[in-house]
């Protein structure tokens, strides 16, 4: 059995309040009531409210759970909650307060989001909110593996898969002792010795969407990277020395064509990776650096446009081992006018190269709109091997999504000041609590390895699949060709 992986979650406390989806708001005609409702409140939140100077608001509202107790028990109804502006002015309407805010306290706490209040929202939405994990499987016994009693593996390799040996039909040919010494030995018997690389956790960390951030970000990111045992991407030009000692967790992103210069960082990387020129040109590029460092995985970083699939299978053959394909930061198709959403691109994908046979020739990791550890898991259904993240390091570095840096205006949280040690473990508790969450799914489903859900598309349901098979007949035309609006369906299904 491999080596346990497990994350040791500390608690991080946020350097700015964060905003309350409500606000507190106390009226005149207080009655001095002697056991005033505020004395008694569950949470102690009027005990506990300070103001904070630097954003000049009562913390009351970040510290009120909303279980308006207060609001219902008070005699002098002079206490009534609102919706607080400034915490639905977080982000946009992909990247929700919500999520914001979940992540954030996640990477406070390290510990996994519970909701016991019910689910009052809609059934089904856009981008992954239109496919659901199946938990059928709950009953069974790797369930206890949440809870420690038996293995979950969510490690994955990226690379090549070895192909099977193939074995000469002379039978003294496997009695020759001298031949397993031979450095031919691996070829002698047809087998693939391209390299791979192991991460305990299918989230790889890419490079940052925005901002002009300092060392210290970086540096506090390559330390969760190592905590956590997975990979972090970083432009070439930008690995300094105060990152060597965590080089076997940093994949350098090398610059297009020739770069001589760069053969140290190529010789002692794990894994490097180039930018998509064309497919002739990314493959002379890859031997290369595999001249430099035949150990190393190489990737290749591409957009997730309309040309992905046969870019995919053009690159399979070239040496290239890893494929990392990058949608825009709400995961749709890059460079579209009727943009497609990142799962179903992952799936279409993942399912061309299984068609041409060479699926396994290559790991696919896919990046851009993964927002939460369910977003994980349903790409990995679709077909990934594993995903990245940008936006969700900035959020757990307590990023607001304002766009600010982006006009090249101040951060309204200093992320150029936060300490490297306090920015590690809040990615580290992040990762903590999506490596629970999977730990979950995985139980749920009855799987013992994360690797045994790549493609399985069978334990998800996905509305469009409902939609054409509940209504498909009825609202079909004599071609058998759907007549009715999509949001017909929706107001139907709903």
């Known amino acids: 059995m491999p080596k346990k992986y497990h994350l040791n979650p500390k608690s991080a406390h946020p350097r700015f309040v964060s905003p309350g989806p409500f606000g507190i708001i106390e009226g005149d ?15 102690s939140v009027f005990r506990k409210r300070a103001f904070d100077q630097r954003q000049l608001f009562d913390t009351a509202d970040s510290l009120c759970k909303n279980c308006f107790r207060c609001v219902q028990e008070c005699y002098g109804r002079i206490l009534s909650k609102t919706a607080n502006p400034e915490f639905w002015s977080l982000g946009d309407d992909y990247w929700t307060p919500e999520i914001i805010v979940s992540n954030q306290s996640q990477a406070e706490t390290g510990k996994i989001p519970v909701s016991g209040g019910g689910y009052g929202g809609p059934f089904t939405g856009p981008g992954f909110d239109s496919m659901w994990t199946d938990m059928s499987e709950i009953v069974r016994p790797t369930r206890d593996g949440i809870h420690g009693r038996e293995y979950i593996s969510t490690a994955v390799e990226l690379g090549r898969v070895p192909k099977q040996p193939t074995f000469h039909s002379d039978a003294g040919f496997f ?17 693939d010795i391209s390299p791979r690389v192991e991460v305990s956790l299918p989230v790889i960390f890419d490079l940052l969407p925005y901002g002009s951030f300092n060392s210290a970000v970086r540096y506090a990111i390559a330390q969760a990277a190592k905590e956590t045992n997975t990979l972090m991407v970083i432009r070439a030009e930008d690995v300094e020395e105060d990152l060597r000692p965590l080089a076997s967790n940093l994949v350098p992103l090398l610059p297009s064509g020739p770069a001589p210069n760069l053969a140290p960082i190529i010789s002692w990387a794990r894994m490097v990776q180039v930018p998509f020129t064309s497919a002739t040109k990314v493959v002379e590029q890859v031997k290369e650096i595999k001249k430099i460092n035949p150990a190393a995985v190489v990737s290749v970083r591409l957009p997730l446009n309309p040309r992905a699939e046969e870019n995919a299978v053009a690159l399979e053959g070239g040496g290239v081992e890893v494929l990392h394909f990058i949608a825009d930061e709400r995961g749709r198709e890059r460079e579209a006018s009727s943009p497609r959403f990142i799962k179903d691109l992952i799936y279409n994908i993942h399912l061309r ?7 396994d020739g290559l790991s696919l990791i896919f990046g851009g709109g993964l927002a939460m550890a369910e977003h994980v898991a349903k790409a990995i259904i679709c077909g990934a091997d594993a995903v990245s993240i940008e936006t969700t390091l900035l959020i757990a570095l307590e990023c607001r999504v304002c766009g600010r840096c982006a ?12 300490a490297p040690n306090w920015g590690k473990q809040r990615v580290v508790n992040l990762m903590a609590a999506w490596h629970g969450q999977l730990l979950e799914v995985l139980g749920a489903m009855g799987l013992r390895d994360i690797r045994r859900l790549r493609g399985e598309v069978g334990r998800a349901i996905f509305l469009n699949e409902i939609e054409k098979e509940t209504f498909g007949r009825i609202f079909a035309a004599s071609d058998q060709k759907p007549v009715m609006k999509k949001e017909a369906l929706h107001a139907l299904a709903s």
């Open 407 to 418: 006009r090249e205006m101040s951060c309204p949280v200093e992320l150029e000041k936060i």
């Open 353 to 359: 190269l299984v068609k041409d046979g060479c699926r």
């Open 175 to 191: 009695h020759d002792p001298s031949l397993k010494s031979s450095p031919d030995f691996p070829e002698l018997f047809g087998m």
């Open 29 to 43: 005609g207080c009655l001095n009531c002697a056991n005033c409702v505020k004395k008694y409140c569950v949470y």
